[in-house]
Nanobody, 120 residues
């Protein structure tokens, strides 16, 4: 089972990036999925989550209105559209999946991160 995140990069403040997370090794259409981020010296924090059918989403308050999580179960892929990026969004972003269909709770599957750097 693998989760591969991509789409990170360097962007100026106010810019946008779209992260993708492709799942392989099994079908994740019945699993809640989410995005997390971590900066050096800080704990990893939840950014956004989406339930298995995409109808319910959750966001960190700091990103509400700027980030949008979505998924395409036919492609076994999850996305994070990040707009109006701020320097404080700079972090290593991870995608993750749960064993259940809900997005909130412990995450059992983790991918490698993709770096997002926002310069002011």
């Amino acid at each position: 089972v693998q989760l591969q995140a991509s789409g990170g990069g360097s962007v100026q403040a106010g810019g946008s990036l779209r992260l993708s997370c492709v799942a392989s090794g099994r079908n994740f259409s019945s699993n809640g999925m989410g995005w997390f981020r971590q900066t050096p010296g800080k704990e990893r924090e939840f950014v956004a989550g989406i339930n298995s059918n995409g109808e319910t989403t959750y966001y960190l308050d700091l990103v509400k209105g700027r980030f949008a999580i979505s998924r395409d179960n036919a492609k076994n892929t999850m996305y994070l559209q990040m707009n109006s990026l701020k320097s404080e969004d700079t972090a290593l972003y991870y995608c993750a999946a749960r064993l259940t269909d809900e997005a909130m709770g412990p995450y059992e599957y983790w991918g490698r991160g993709t770096q997002v750097t926002v310069s002011s």
